[in-house]
C-alpha cells in the first residue's frame, strides 16, 4: 500500500533532484573545502554556489548564511550569541508556543538566572503586540519569536516585533524553520538580526541547518574550532548535505508559488471535507494568517494517538497534539498555551502537507477518516454522556 505522507511538518522527503546533486560529494568529490589542492577547492565552490542559492531563497547576501548542523544548533547559537555580546543584560522575551530548540533552551537559561519573559497566545495563537511591547526593556538582551509554528502553522508578524525591538536596540532572533520555502521571505526588507532554518523540512535532507545573520550583527560562535564559516561556526562542512540544501532551496524559491496555490488547495479542501462530514471537529489556530500547507483539527471526544494508529493501517502518516509521557496523555504546550479544551485538545491531529502530495491521496483520506473517528466514537466514554449531538447519532444508527 502506498504511504500517504501528511507529516510535512515533522520532515519531509529529500527531492529527487536534490540527492542526485548530493551523490558525488559521496563518491568521486570527498575532498576537504579547506584543503589547499584544487581537488579540495572544486568543493569549495560548490559550498559557496550552494550559499547563494540560500541566499538568494530569503533575499539575503551570502556572507549572511552560515551552515549548522540543524535548526535546533541555529536556534541555541543565535541565541547564546546575543546574550554573550551583551553581558550587562539578563532578559530574554519568547512566546509560550516556541519549538522546544528555543522554550528548552530558555527553560535552561532560567536557571543560570535569566529572567524569561514567555509571551502568551490567543485561542487562536495570536500574539498580543501591546503586551509585546510593554515587555521590551532596557535589560532585555534578545527576543526570539517563531516566524511560524509547527503545530497550528499559526504564522507570528515577526518583521513588526523586529522593527519594535530594533527602534530599542535589541537583537532580534526568529526560528524560521516551519517558514522557509513555505511563504515567501525577503531578509533585505526586515531588521531581523538572525533567523534559523533547517534542511529536512524544505525537501534537503537530515543534518543539516542555517543560521543567518544580519551583516553587522555582533555575533560569538557557538562552535569553537576551526576557521570554516569564517570562524563563526566550527567543524568541516558536511559538503554533500550543503550542496543538496543549495538545491532544495533553489527549487523550494520556485516552489513556494504552489505552496501558495496548489498544496494551500489540497489544505483546504482536506480541511473543509472534513470539517463538514466529522461532527464535533474543529480547526486549532488563525485560519487567516497560517502556513498553506498546515491544519490542525480536534476531533472531540476522542484521543489523537488512536486516531493516528487506525490511519497508520491505511498509511496515511500525520501527528497529534499530544504525547504520551509516563503512561498520561499530556496535551501538547501549544494547544495548552491557546486554552484549547482537554476534550479538544487530546483529540488533535495536525496534517501538513508538500508538494508531493496529490489529490487523490487527499481524497482518500477524506474517505478514510469519518469511520475512523465514527469508530473511536463509539468506543470513547465521554462521546456517549457529553456530546451535544450524541442523541441524533444514536438516532441515526438505531
Ligand atoms: N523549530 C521548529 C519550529 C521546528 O519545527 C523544528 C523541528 O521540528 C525545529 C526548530 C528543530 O529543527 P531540527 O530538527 O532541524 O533541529
Known amino acids: 500500500m502506498k504511504t500517504i505522507y501528511l507529516d510535512n511538518n515533522a520532515t519531509t522527503q529529500v527531492a529527487p533532484e536534490v540527492l542526485e546533486t548530493m551523490l558525488p560529494y559521496f563518491s568521486e568529490l570527498y575532498g576537504n573545502p579547506s584543503s589547499m589542492h584544487s581537488f579540495g577547492g572544486q568543493v569549495s565552490k560548490t559550498i559557496q554556489h550552494a550559499r547563494e542559492n540560500v541566499a538568494s531563497l530569503i533575499g539575503a547576501d551570502p556572507e549572511e548564511i552560515i551552515f ?36 528548552v533552551l530558555c527553560e535552561h537559561l532560567t536557571q543560570r538566572g535569566y529572567r524569561v519573559t514567555e509571551l502568551p497566545v490567543d485561542r487562536d495563537g495570536r500574539l498580543d503586540m501591546e503586551l509585546f511591547e ?16 509547527n503545530e497550528t502553522g499559526v504564522i507570528f508578524p515577526v518583521e513588526r516585533a523586529a522593527q519594535l525591538a530594533h527602534e530599542r536596540g535589541i537583537l532580534f532572533h526568529t526560528d524560521a524553520v516551519q517558514a522557509v520555502g513555505k511563504i515567501p521571505i525577503n531578509m533585505r526588507a ?64 520556485r516552489n513556494v508559488e504552489t505552496e501558495n496555490t496548489r498544496v494551500k488547495y489540497l489544505r483546504d479542501k482536506l480541511e473543509d471535507e472534513l ?11 488563525d485560519r487567516t494568517n497560517r502556513l498553506p500547507n498546515t491544519t490542525n483539527i480536534s476531533f472531540e471526544f476522542i484521543e489523537g494517538e488512536g486516531i493516528l494508529l487506525l490511519m497508520d493501517q491505511f498509511n496515511i502518516c500525520a501527528s497529534s497534539g499530544s504525547a504520551c509521557t509516563s503512561g498520561s496523555l499530556q496535551p501538547s504546550h501549544v494547544l495548552r498555551a491557546m486554552g484549547v479544551p482537554f476534550t479538544m485538545a487530546h483529540g488533535s491531529v495536525r ?48
Open 68 to 103: 549548522t548542523s540543524c535548526g535546533t544548533e541555529s536556534d541555541n547559537t543565535a541565541i547564546m550569541s546575543a546574550l554573550s555580546v551583551a553581558p550587562d543584560k539578563s532578559h530574554i522575551i519568547t512566546s509560550r508556543v516556541e519549538h522546544p530548540a528555543v522554550k
Open 134 to 149: 510593554n515587555s521590551l526593556s532596557r535589560d532585555t538582551a534578545v527576543v526570539s519569536l517563531m516566524w511560524a509554528n
Open 190 to 253: 526586515n531588521n531581523i538580526d538572525m533567523l534559523s532554518f533547517s534542511g529536512h523540512k524544505l525537501h534537503a535532507p537530515k543534518g543539516i541547518g542555517v543560521l543567518y545573520i544580519r551583516k553587522g550583527t555582533r555575533f560569538l560562535p557557538f562552535m569553537l574550532g576551526g576557521h570554516q564559516e569564517k570562524g563563526r561556526r566550527g567543524g568541516t562542512e558536511n559538503t554533500a548535505s550543503i550542496a543538496g540544501l543549495g538545491k532544495a532551496c533553489q527549487l523550494a524559491a
Open 275 to 285: 470539517l463538514k462530514s466529522i461532527p464535533n471537529s474543529k480547526v486549532n489556530g
Open 351 to 398: 496534517f501538513s502537507l508538500s508538494v508531493f502530495n496529490t489529490e487523490d491521496e487527499i481524497d482518500f483520506v477524506i474517505n478514510k477518516l469519518p469511520p475512523i473517528i465514527a469508530r473511536l466514537r463509539e468506543m470513547s466514554p465521554y462521546w456517549k454522556t457529553e456530546s451535544p449531538v450524541c442523541g441524533i447519532r444514536d438516532t441515526a444508527t438505531q
